[in-house]
């Protein structure tokens, strides 16, 4: 059972990978949010973070965002003044685990009187209090719109899930003492990891207890920092053990029963097991019976209808999960499996489980040992490209439609405000990514204002700022500086560039990245899954191993080809009712770093007359459109090589071009403007 799991890619590497970058691809969310203005913190929480899962469970990720302007408090001595101070209250009229929320005065340590809102009430025993629902009665004031997601989970680089906004509470809540108080010694958790608890901040979530008779007002109390904690504290073989009832709860319990027994509960389950028994029970060998501890305890908690919280005891999980008539199914099931003595987990279909360990037990071998870990080594790696890109990109639409020296002035603030002495090792990390795409913006607009006002003179500061933005990734910071020079008509520092791109650029190994849209991911290189799954620093092989696509924003036109500006104009009035509000890349030039290479070669090589040179280049632009699957710009690169074609008289490929330009994006496409362009052409010849 452990080699398949290790197989299949629940494994120490894989979850470490999880680990790290799920905990980059935070830092990034948060840093990017924070520095267009938004007061909070934002976290990533459950299986993909916690490294518990598969490709087959394929969880998803919950987003909490927590609303630095609100302080939730338990005593009067932590209010703050200009804060939105609510006081929470538990009582015996509230249930485990819930609170209710008073609101208090921002201007002195006193309750608010005046119920000035719908979404405040006023109780019978004159406490205004705040309804649950207060998101949704003003979502336009606290909705978090990033990328292309709203408060709804696609974003690229992060897992379907929950998007959640909570109030932060920095006190452990009253319910959760006992817990925090305890004092262990032998038995996990450690007084070492009960005191990390004890300063973990919780959280308080919009959602009543079901059937309560303050359902509407109750707040439910989340200690998931602290789980989190916990969870990243688990050997690998508990880990294991998790991730099996969770193919258990997905092969014979969720489709029959859905909405009963949770993963949370399946977690809960096992943080208590754990702390039954001691921590050298839990070894490899032992895994099968583990899991059939963890099963036969689920099963009375099921038979029991309890299944208390591991931090706040008295919240039972289970209340009211199960009717008459599904709690004897369900504990059939349970005992089918448990009494199955393993026969049943030949059942799991979940990444092909059963039939693995059906295989490896008859001793044939239908799993490459590194097929699955370096697969999902690469796919974790290309997430957090995604991520990067998708939150460089929230900067750059913040910003998009202001003048250059106004643009330059905010994103020089952004940085010098955000550059905190107190970050952690990985919020560095994030800072550091974003900052290079920062330094290469600035520097682009800087010299596209001095190519402007100063007759193609370029100031060495605009150089300098690009200069710290080329290793962002292999190729995309060092096109824009090439970009620069040829619009400055410097065709020999441009062609060194260029050929420097070239020779970063392996093919067999570098994976396109486009963080504008959500655009459909194919499978990718095999070098580059095993370059990600082998190296220890995988932040660091995002410079090496991964090609963002190259944005412009308007007040970087001068520094970009002609060809490229008509992309910044693609709609037309009757294209912008057909756009959504998570379509403001569109008003960007953007197009992949390989076609824009092989583009500026052309060009450039058109420029210094080499006839040979250039037709490579234009063939390498044809060939990259047909073999590149993920090309997040394909449209544009088709724009380009049409304009190419009509450079070379080649009218009818050209109009070949842009016709299958539109296939791609009908609509919001700047091949309509280069067809109105190339027939206006046939017609005056």
């Known amino acids: 059972m452990s080699q398949v799991m290790d ?54 990720t919950d987003c909490l965002t927590s609303l630095n302007k609100f302080n939730v408090i338990q005593d009067w001595s932590e209010w703050e003044y200009g804060k939105c101070n609510l006081l929470m209250i538990q009582d015996e009229n509230v249930s485990p685990g819930y609170c209710l929320l008073q609101a208090l005065r921002d201007d002195a340590p006193l309750p608010q009187v005046v119920k000035c809102h719908d979404y405040l009430y006023r109780d019978r025993m004159g406490r205004i209090l705040l309804k649950n629902t207060f998101f949704n009665v003003v979502p336009n004031a606290y909705a978090v ?11 690229p680089g992060v897992k379907a899930g929950d ?73 690998i073989t508990q880990i294991k053990c998790y991730v099996l009832m969770k193919m258990i709860l997905k092969a014979f319990i969720t489709q029959m029963f859905p909405n009963s027994i949770t993963s949370f509960m399946c977690k809960t389950v096992l943080l208590h097991c754990i702390s039954y028994t001691r921590s050298d029970a839990w070894k490899e060998n032992t895994l099968f019976t583990c899991l059939s501890f963890c099963l036969s305890t689920l099963y009375n908690c099921v038979q029991n209808e309890y299944c208390p919280h591991f931090f706040i005891t008295q919240n039972n999980l289970m209340t009211g999960r199960f009717t008459p ?6 504990l059939e099931t349970l005992r089918y499996v448990i009494e199955s003595n393993g026969r049943a987990l030949f059942e799991i279909e979940c990444d092909d489980f059963g039939l693995f360990l059906q ?31 998708v939150h460089f990109q929230c900067l750059l639409r913040d910003n998009y439609n202001l003048s ?31 900052t290079r795409y920062l330094c290469c913006t600035i520097g682009s607009v800087l010299a596209s204002l001095n190519i402007y006002q100063q007759d193609q003179f370029i100031y060495r500061k605009a150089l300098s700022f690009m200069s710290l933005g080329l290793d962002s990734d292999v190729a995309s910071g060092k096109l824009k500086l090439a970009s620069v020079f040829y619009c400055t008509g410097d065709m020999e520092r441009t062609e060194l560039i260029l050929k420097n791109i070239e020779e970063c650029y392996d093919l067999s190994v570098v994976e396109p990245v486009c963080g504008c849209y959500d655009s459909k991911q194919y499978a990718r290189r095999e070098i580059f899954n ?6 220890n620093e995988e932040w660091a092989l995002l410079k090496h191993i991964t090609a963002s696509c190259v944005c412009y924003i308007r007040c970087e036109i001068n520094c970009c080809p002609f ?50 040179d250039k037709q490579r280049a234009l063939s390498n632009i044809a060939r990259t459109i047909d073999v590149e699957p993920n090309l997040g710009h394909k449209e544009t690169a088709l724009n380009l090589l049409g304009q190419c074609m009509e450079q070379e008289n080649n009218l009818d490929n050209a109009f070949k071009c842009y016709a299958r330009s539109l296939q791609i994006r009908g609509r919001n496409n700047s091949a309509k403007i280069n067809i109105c362009k190339l027939l206006n052409k046939l017609i005056n010849n």
């Open 404 to 434: 250059p020296i106004l643009t330059i002035k905010k994103l020089l603030t952004l940085m010098s405000n955000h550059h905190n002495e107190n970050f952690s090792n990985i919020d560095r990390k994030a800072y550091c990514l974003l």
């Open 163 to 235: 998007f959640v906004i909570a109030l932060p509470c920095q006190l452990r809540p009253v319910q959760a003492r006992h817990w925090f108080n305890q004092h262990r010694e032998e038995h996990w958790p450690t007084y070492d990891m009960i005191q990390y608890c004890r300063n973990t901040k919780c959280f308080v979530v919009g959602v009543g207890k079901t059937g309560s008779v303050n359902e509407t007002f109750e707040w439910r109390i989340s200690t998931s920092v602290a789980e989190r904690f916990l969870m990243f504290n688990l050997n």
């Open 359 to 389: 295989s490896s037990l008859n001793g044939i071998n239908l799993i490459d040992a590194h097929c699955v870990p370096t697969h999902i080594a690469g796919r974790l790696l290309i997430d957090t490209a995604l991520a990067q890109g």
């Open 145 to 155: 719109r990033h990328g292309p997601a709203h408060t709804t989970p696609a974003v």
């Open 325 to 330: 008539e599904t709690k004897p199914l369900i």
């Open 563 to 612: 060809e490229l500006q008509h992309e910044m104009f693609r709609s037309t009035q009757e294209d912008f009712v057909h756009r959504s509000e998570d379509d403001d890349w569109m008003d960007f030039a953007a197009v992949d770093s390989l076609p824009y290479l092989y583009f500026l070669q052309y060009k450039t090589y058109s420029r210094l007359g080499r006839l040979d």
């Open 7 to 60: 197989l299949i890619g629940v494994n120490e590497k894989i979850v470490m990978k999880r680990r790290k970058l799920m905990l980059l691809n935070e830092s990034l969310f948060k840093l990017s949010l924070q520095l267009i203005g938004n007061d909070l913190n934002m976290f990533l929480f459950g299986s993909q973070t916690e490294g518990t899962t598969t490709l087959g469970l394929n969880s998803d």
């Open 530 to 535: 095993r370059l990600c799954y082998e190296s």
